[in-house]
C-alpha cells in the first residue's frame, strides 16, 4: 500500500497532467455561454453569409448586375447606378444591424461569466465586427467565384471550329455576343474593389464603434438600451409596412429592389426585432421568441394557415373561393377531343400528307429545371414555328414539369398570335438566307428571348413575397391566400408576358396566362393542350393538369385534378403548380376525393398537396408517352393518317463522381436527389426503345428514324443557374444552344454526327421537323444534308 506522501505527491502530478484539459473545458464552457447570449447575429450572419456565397443562383444574379451595368451605362446612368448602388449600400445596412445588434446584447447581458477565461475575454470584443463582416466577405467571394464561372475556352474554340464550318455570320455574332460580354471583366475588377473598399471601411468603422462601445458608462449604456428599443421598434413598424405593401405590389416592389437587397432588408430587420425581443424577454422574464416560435409550430401542425391554395376562376376570369364539395373531373375525353383537332387542321388535306405520306402529330415533353427549363422550351418551340409556320397546327400537346411548364405556358400565350396556314414550308437554304417570313414569326422569336432574360426578374418579387408577407403568416391564423408567395411568381409572370404581348403584339391575348386551362382548350385553334405535371404529397403520384382527361377507363397512377368551368385554374397557376419545388416555391392544396370513382365520393372530400412533378420524373415524358399510347390505339377508329412523334426537351446527364465524407449520413439523402435525375434519363431511354424506331435495318429511312426526338442542352460557356432569373449572357446561350436547321450533319439514322463546340441533337431534330412538316422525301433530304457537309466525319 503506498504512503500517503506518494499518494499526494501522483494526485498533485495527475492534477498538473490534466490542468490543460481543465482550462480547455472552461474556455469551452464560456465559448458556449458567449454563443447563448450573441446567438441572434451569430445565427442571422452565418445564415446571410452562406445566401450570399453558395447558391449557383447567387452568383448569377452578380453577374447580371454587371451586365446592366456594362449594358447601361451609356443608356440609363440612373438605372445602372440604382442596380449597382442598391446592393451595396442594404448589405452595408445589414451589416451595420448585425454589429448594432452584438452591441447591444453584450452591453445588456454584461456579466462577469462573459470573461471567465482570457481566450474568451479578448475574442469577445471582436465578435461584433466579425458577425457585422462576415456576409460582406461572404459577398465578395460569391461575386469573384461567378466572374470565374465563364469558359473562355469553351468560347475561342466554338467560334474558331463553327467559322470553319462555314457559317461566318453566325460565327460573327457569337464573336459579337463574347465580346459584349467580356465588357463585364472591368465591371467585375471594378466591383470587387468596390466591395473590398467598402467593406475595408466598415472594418475600420466597426473597430472604432466597438472600441466606444467598451468605455461606456452607465448612463450611456441606459442610453443605448433606449435606442436599441427605439430602433426595434422602428424596424417593427418598418416590417409591418413591408408585409403589407408587398402583399399588394409584389412584382414592382421586388423587380426595383432586387433580390439581394430585399434579402438584405429582411436579415437586418429581422436581427433587430429579434434583438428588441430578447431584451424585452429578459426584462419581463418570459420567453418571447420560443413562444413564437411555438405558436407557428401549433400553426403548422395543425394546418390551419397554410395559404398556399390552387388559386381557381369562374368562366368569366373572375377569382372564387375554394369548395370542399365534391368538382367533377374536366369534361371530355383525350380520344374524342384528338378526334375533334385532328378533323379541324387546316392543312391536313394538303397533297403533301397523301396517303403515302402520314400527316406528323407532335407531343412535346418539357424538362423542368426552373427559369434555364423555361427558356429552354419557350424558345426551341418558337424557333420550330418560325422555321415552318405550320408547326402550331401539328402540336398536339405539351407535358410539362418545373421550369418546362412555364416556358410551356408561354409558348401557349404566344400561339395566340399565330395565323393558320395551308403554305408550303421554306426549305432550309431559304431558312439561313433570311430570317423569319413574317413579322408575326419574327416578334415571336424576339418575345421568346425577352420573355427570359433578365428584363423579366421572377426571382424578387418571390423572395420579396417569401420573406416578408408569407413569413408573416407563419404567424397568425387565418390564413390569407394573397399572402402566399406563390402569388407573387404567378403574378410576376403573368406581368411579363402582358408587356411583352403589349409591346410586341399590340397588347392582344395579354391576359392569356390569365386565363382557365379549360378555357384555353380550343381544338379548332392552335394553341396545344397543356398537361401540366405535379406530385402528389400523400401517395407521391402523379397529379395531371390539364383540359380532359388522359384514361377514364383505366385508371393509372396519374390523376386529373378536379376542374369545371366555373372552377378551373389559370395558366400562370397550373404552371406555377408544376414548379414547386421546396423551399422557396411551397407546396399547392386543393380539396378533392380520396376516392377514384367517378363521380367522386361526397362522403371523402379531403384536402390534397402537391408538389414539383420533378419529384415524380423530371422530364414529362412518362405523361407524354401515355397520351402517345392511348391516342395509337384509338387512332384506327378516326385518324388513321396520323402519325405520332415525341419531342423531348431535356438537358444533362448522369451524375459521376464519389464522395467518403461522412458517407453513412450523407448517402441515403445524395441518392435520393441523384435517384431522382437518373430517373429522368432511364424513363427517356425507355420511351426511346419503346416508341422509337420500327426497324432498325430497315431501307426504309422513315421506319428507321427514332420516333423520339431529343434535344439535349447542356452547358456551354456558363453553367446555367436553377432559379427564376437568368442573365442576358445565359439567356443568349440558350438561344443558341436550341439549334439552327442549317447545323445539322445527320449519319444514317438522322441523328446530329457533328462535334463542333456549340452544336448539338437540336439542330438536327429542327431539320427532320421541318421535312416531315414539308412532306420530303427523308431519303433524299438525309443524303442532301450528308452532302451539304462531307467534310464533316462522325
Known amino acids: 500500500m503506498p504512503s500517503p506522501t506518494r499518494a499526494a505527491t501522483t494526485l498533485r502530478a495527475l492534477l498538473t497532467a490534466v490542468a490543460p484539459l481543465r482550462y480547455i473545458f472552461y474556455a469551452l464552457r464560456d465559448v458556449f455561454v458567449c454563443l447563448r447570449v450573441l446567438l441572434i447575429p451569430a445565427c442571422l450572419s452565418g445564415f446571410a453569409s452562406l445566401v450570399l456565397f453558395l447558391p449557383d443562383q447567387t452568383r448569377d444574379y452578380y453577374r447580371l448586375v454587371v451586365e446592366n451595368l456594362a449594358e447601361q451605362i451609356?443608356?440609363?446612368r440612373c438605372a445602372a447606378v440604382a442596380d449597382a448602388v442598391f446592393p451595396i449600400v442594404f448589405l452595408l445596412g445589414m451589416a451595420a444591424c448585425l454589429l448594432f445588434s452584438t452591441i447591444v446584447l453584450l452591453v445588456d447581458r454584461n456579466r462577469p461569466?462573459?470573461?471567465?477565461?482570457?481566450?474568451?475575454?479578448?475574442?469577445?470584443?471582436?465578435?461584433?465586427?466579425?458577425?457585422?463582416?462576415?456576409?460582406?466577405?461572404?459577398?465578395i467571394a460569391g461575386f469573384a467565384a461567378g466572374a470565374d464561372a465563364i469558359n473562355l475556352k469553351a468560347e475561342t474554340t466554338s467560334i474558331d471550329e463553327i467559322d470553319a464550318f462555314g457559317d461566318h455570320e453566325f460565327a460573327k455574332q457569337l464573336k459579337t455576343l463574347f465580346d459584349w460580354s467580356k465588357r463585364g471583366d472591368w465591371y467585375f475588377e471594378l466591383g470587387l474593389w468596390v466591395l473590398g473598399a467598402v467593406t475595408l471601411l466598415f472594418l475600420l468603422r466597426s473597430i472604432f464603434v466597438v472600441h466606444l462601445s467598451r468605455r461606456l458608462a452607465a448612463p450611456q449604456k441606459a442610453w443605448l438600451r433606449?435606442?436599441?428599443?427605439?430602433?426595434?421598434?422602428a424596424s417593427l413598424i418598418l416590417s409591418l409596412v413591408a408585409v403589407v405593401v408587398i402583399a399588394a405590389y409584389p412584382v414592382p416592389i421586388g423587380q426595383t429592389l432586387g433580390s439581394i437587397s430585399i434579402f438584405a432588408i429582411f436579415i437586418?430587420?429581422?436581427?433587430?426585432?429579434?434583438?428588441?425581443?430578447?431584451?424585452?424577454?429578459?426584462?419581463?422574464?418570459?420567453?418571447?421568441?420560443?413562444?413564437l416560435l411555438a405558436v407557428a409550430g401549433f400553426l403548422a401542425w395543425t394546418d390551419i394557415n397554410d395559404d398556399h391554395e390552387l388559386r381557381r376562376i369562374d368562366k368569366s376570369g373572375r377569382e372564387v373561393r375554394s369548395s370542399a364539395t365534391p368538382t367533377a373531373r374536366p369534361p371530355g375525353d383525350i380520344e374524342g377531343e384528338f378526334a375533334k383537332w385532328f378533323d379541324l387542321r387546316p392543312d391536313r388535306k394538303n397533297p403533301e400528307f397523301s396517303a403515302d405520306q402520314s400527316y406528323p402529330v407532335y407531343i412535346v415533353a418539357a424538362q423542368g429545371g426552373g427559369i434555364y427549363a423555361a427558356a429552354q422550351a419557350v424558345q426551341f418551340l418558337t424557333k420550330l414555328q418560325t422555321t415552318c409556320e405550320r408547326f402550331a397546327q401539328h402540336l398536339f400537346?405539351?407535358?410539362?414539369?418545373?421550369?418546362?411548364?412555364?416556358g410551356a405556358a408561354f409558348y401557349a400565350a404566344m400561339t395566340e398570335e399565330f395565323k393558320p396556314t395551308e403554305q408550303q414550308c421554306r426549305s432550309v437554304a431559304e431558312i439561313g438566307s433570311s430570317g423569319p417570313r413574317s413579322p408575326e414569326m419574327r416578334e415571336a422569336q424576339q418575345s421568346a428571348f425577352e420573355l427570359v432574360r433578365n428584363d423579366y426578374d421572377f426571382l424578387s418579387p418571390l423572395v420579396a413575397s417569401a420573406l416578408f408577407p408569407?413569413?408573416?403568416?407563419?404567424?397568425?391564423?387565418p390564413a390569407n391566400p394573397a399572402l402566399s408567395r406563390a402569388r407573387a411568381l404567378e403574378r410576376s409572370i403573368e406581368?411579363?408576358?402582358?408587356?411583352v404581348a403589349t409591346r410586341n403584339f399590340g397588347g392582344t391575348g395579354r391576359d392569356a396566362l390569365k386565363s382557365g386551362v379549360l378555357a384555353s382548350w380550343n381544338p379548332a385553334g392552335?394553341?396545344?393542350?397543356?398537361?401540366?405535371?405535379?406530385t402528389e404529397v400523400a401517395s407521391g403520384r402523379r397529379r395531371v393538369i390539364a383540359p380532359f382527361d388522359i384514361d377514364k377507363e383505366n385508371r393509372t397512377d396519374a390523376q386529373i385534378l378536379p376542374l369545371t368551368q366555373d372552377y378551373d385554374i389559370p395558366l400562370s397557376v397550373a404552371a406555377v403548380a408544376s414548379a414547386r419545388f421546396p423551399w422557396l416555391t411551397p407546396a399547392a392544396w386543393f380539396w378533392d376525393s380520396g376516392s377514384t370513382a367517378i363521380p367522386p365520393d361526397k362522403s371523402d372530400i379531403t384536402r390534397f398537396h402537391v408538389v414539383d412533378g420533378g419529384y415524380f420524373e423530371n422530364s414529362g415524358v412518362t405523361t407524354a408517352v401515355d397520351i402517345i399510347n392511348r391516342l395509337q390505339r384509338r387512332a384506327d377508329a378516326c385518324c388513321k393518317q396520323a402519325r405520332f412523334h415525341l419531342i423531348v426537351l431535356t438537358s444533362g446527364k448522369y451524375s459521376e463522381g464519389s464522395s467518403s465524407a461522412f458517407s453513412e449520413a450523407v448517402s441515403p439523402v445524395v441518392a435520393l436527389f441523384n435517384s431522382r435525375t437518373a430517373r429522368t434519363y432511364s424513363t427517356v431511354d425507355l420511351a426511346t426503345r419503346d416508341l422509337g424506331v420500327i426497324k432498325r435495318d430497315a431501307t426504309d429511312v422513315r421506319a428507321r428514324i427514332s420516333r423520339v426526338q431529343r434535344a439535349d442542352f447542356g452547358d456551354y460557356v456558363i453553367p446555367l443557374p436553377l432559379g427564376w432569373r437568368l442573365s442576358k449572357m445565359s439567356a443568349s446561350e440558350i438561344f443558341f444552344l436550341t439549334g439552327r436547321a442549317a447545323h445539322c450533319v445527320p449519319d444514317e439514322d438522322f441523328l446530329q454526327k457533328s462535334k463542333v463546340t456549340g452544336f448539338g441533337p437540336g439542330d438536327c431534330v429542327q431539320r427532320l421537323i421541318l421535312h416531315q412538316l414539308r412532306g420530303d422525301d427523308l431519303d433524299t433530304a438525309l443524303r442532301d444534308a450528308q452532302a451539304s457537309h462531307p467534310q464533316v466525319k462522325p
Request: overall charge positive; charged content about 10%.
Open 74 to 76: 451609356d443608356v440609363s
Open 113 to 139: 461569466s462573459l470573461y471567465r477565461t482570457a481566450c474568451v475575454r479578448y475574442a469577445v470584443p471582436f465578435l461584433p465586427i466579425l458577425f457585422g463582416t462576415l456576409p460582406l466577405v461572404a459577398a
Open 226 to 233: 433606449q435606442i436599441a428599443n427605439r430602433t426595434s421598434a
Open 268 to 291: 437586418g430587420c429581422l436581427t433587430l426585432n429579434a434583438t428588441g425581443l430578447s431584451i424585452w424577454s429578459r426584462r419581463l422574464d418570459f420567453p418571447i421568441i420560443p413562444a
Open 397 to 406: 400537346a405539351i407535358s410539362g414539369v418545373s421550369g418546362g411548364s412555364v
Open 470 to 477: 408569407d413569413f408573416a403568416q407563419r404567424f397568425f391564423w
Open 495 to 499: 406581368a411579363a408576358w402582358a408587356d
Open 526 to 534: 392552335l394553341k396545344p393542350a397543356l398537361f401540366f405535371n405535379t
